[in-house]
Every structure is written in C-alpha cells, then in structure tokens.
C-alpha cells in the first residue's frame, strides 16, 4: 500500500510539472483584443496557454525591474522598440536568435539579439471632423499647427512616463530640433497648453477622438486607420515636418520560468502565418521579409518620417533624463 501510495505521488508530481510546462507567461503591450486572438492562435496550434497581461510600454518595462529578482513572466510582446532597447541596457531581458530571425531585415532587430521587431507604425495626427466642424477647428497637418491658440484644450496624447508611444513623441521632437533639448522642452511646454490630458496609453486618445470626445489626438496610424475603418469620422495626417515611429519588438525576460515556452512562443509570432494574418488584419505593417501588408494600412514609405537615433532614444539613461526633465518641468506642473 505505502509503495502504491509512493508511486501515486510520484505520477501527480509529473503530471504537475507536465501540466507546468504547457503555459507561459506573457506581458504584451499589444491591443488586449488583439493579444488575445493571437494567444489563444498560438495555444490551437501548440498546446501551451499563455496566461497575459496588457501593460503599456512604460509600465512593463516598470514591473520587470520591480520583479528582476522573481521575474513573474518569461516573454514580452509588442511595445515600442524604444522600451525593448531600455529593458535591454537595465539588463531585464536576455538574448536569443531564432531560427526565423533572418526574415527580419538587420535594421530592425538587436545586433546581440535581445529584440527583435515585429511592426513599424507612425506617429500621425486623427481629428474627429465633425467634432471638429462643430469647434470651427481644421485639421491639423504639421507640428507647428499644433501650437496653435485655435487647439488650446483639443489636443490628448498620452504620458510619456507610462507610454513608449508618447515618449517617441519626445524623442521625435528632440531629433526635429536637431538634438537640442532646450528647444524640444519649449515647444512641449507650447504643445501642453493645447492638451487636455494625458492619457495612460498610446491608443486611448485615438480612442477618444472616434467617440468625439476630443476633437484630435496624436498616436500612431495603424490604431486611427483602425478606428476609421470600423466607421469613425475621422481624418489622419502625418505632420508635414517628418515624423516618428515605433518599431514594435518582442524580448525575452531575463530569469523567466518558461524559458522553453517562451522561445516557442516567440519562434511561432516570427514564423506563422496565422499569427501574420492576425497583425494584418489589425492594420500593421509587418517588418519580416514577404510579410503581406492591409491595403488601408499606412506605411513608412508613405509618408516623410525622420532619420531615429533608436539605440540614442532608447538607452535608459537618456531616457530617464527625458523623462524627469518632462515631470519636472510639464508633468507636476499639472
């Protein structure tokens, strides 16, 4: 009976420990419907669930330093590229080189490999044009039309200390002054004047421009073409100027528990065409070699973008100087 009763324990550990390694552990800083969709994707064709959590890219970044010494997820995807490169010099992921790693160009992944990009977008501009009409307000095109007394309070965009969308809207403004930060910090402090709030994610303010809540919003185009094609009222513009954009990426987290999981998560994302099919559909462009592309979806080419110091942007030292000097001087002030 004890012998049977050992072997009984011996089965349920496996099993455990079995049951263990059909899951992973994810933060995503993609769409909750979207990271949703492309999970339960991954789990039909492979067997492991990903238990998520949705966090924009500031705060993910945040909760794996908090949880470096018990790392409570093994794998991060989506999130602007600049974060990735930042949870790279804080020493919160680890390196990998997949197998389907030579489909991404070498421009749009790590050298070492700790990330690699998934998605490029623009930050452009969407207003409500009813909302608009009604306000008597154009469309604004440039980021100079953006200072403008006729916008004051009709602008929102998110926090750049929770958001890696509105912190590349620093960074583009810096690279637009020419690396001068006196002059970046005084046209932010112009373009706080015409902000209502800051948002706590970078898709939100879209958001709150479809329902005609604010009348304009800056984000990136593939979450406004998707408000527009779901019927929004909407027009888009990319600032006459140059503009930013994200590289969207994906890392894996130092000390995560699933490490094995985890690299087949990632693997599966570079490689699957379902998982493609699932990033198309929500309008983003795809940086992997004869990845397809939405008809309405807004493309580098398209439009003039600036020339990104990515590993400048994303270094946590500069970014942590940008940002305090953002608290300080524009955040508290609120």
Do not use: C
Not at 241 to 258: D, F, N, P, Q, V
Request: no cysteine; charged share 20%.
């Amino acid at each position: 009976m004890k012998r049977l009763l050992t072997v009984v324990f011996i089965l349920a550990v496996l099993s455990i420990g079995a049951g263990a390694q059909n899951s992973v552990s994810a933060y995503t800083t993609l769409e909750e419907p979207l990271a949703k969709a492309l999970f339960e994707q991954f789990q039909k064709e492979t067997g492991i669930s990903v238990s998520f959590v949705r966090l924009s890219g500031g705060e993910a970044v945040a909760r794996m330093e908090a949880e470096a010494a018990n790392p409570q997820a093994s794998i991060w995807v989506g999130g602007v590229g600049l974060d990735h490169i930042t949870a790279k010099s804080k020493n919160l992921t680890i390196p990998y080189q997949s197998r389907f790693s030579r489909n991404t160009r070498t421009d749009f992944k790590d050298p070492q490999n700790y990330w690699i990009g998934l998605y490029v977008g623009p930050l452009t501009f969407v207003t409500n044009l009813d909302r608009a009409k009604s306000l008597g307000l154009p469309p604004p095109k440039s980021w100079a039309d953006l200072l403008k007394p006729v916008y004051k309070g009709q602008i929102r965009m998110a926090n750049p200390g929770i958001s890696g969308t509105a912190y590349n809207v620093l960074t583009t403004i810096r690279t637009l002054n020419d690396g001068n930060e006196n002059a970046a910090f005084d046209y932010l402090k112009k373009l706080d004047a015409n902000v209502d709030q800051y948002a706590r994610s970078g898709s939100a303010p879209g958001k709150s421009v479809a329902t005609g809540e604010i009348p304009i919003a800056i984000g990136y185009a593939h979450d406004q073409v998707k408000l527009k094609a779901e019927g929004a009222n909407v027009e888009i513009n990319a600032p006459s100027e140059g503009t930013g954009y994200e590289l969207a990426s994906m890392s894996l987290i130092r000390g995560g528990k699933t490490p094995v999981e985890a690299r087949r998560l990632y693997d599966w994302i570079l490689s699957s065409k379902n998982a493609q099919k699932l990033f198309t559909d929500w309008y983003l462009v795809l940086v992997a070699d004869r990845a397809e592309k939405h008809p309405l979806a807004l493309s580098l080419d398209q439009i003039k973008t600036i020339k990104q110091d990515m590993a400048w942007d994303g270094d946590a030292v500069n970014k942590n100087r940008l940002l305090d000097r953002w608290n300080r001087e524009i955040g508290n002030a609120r």
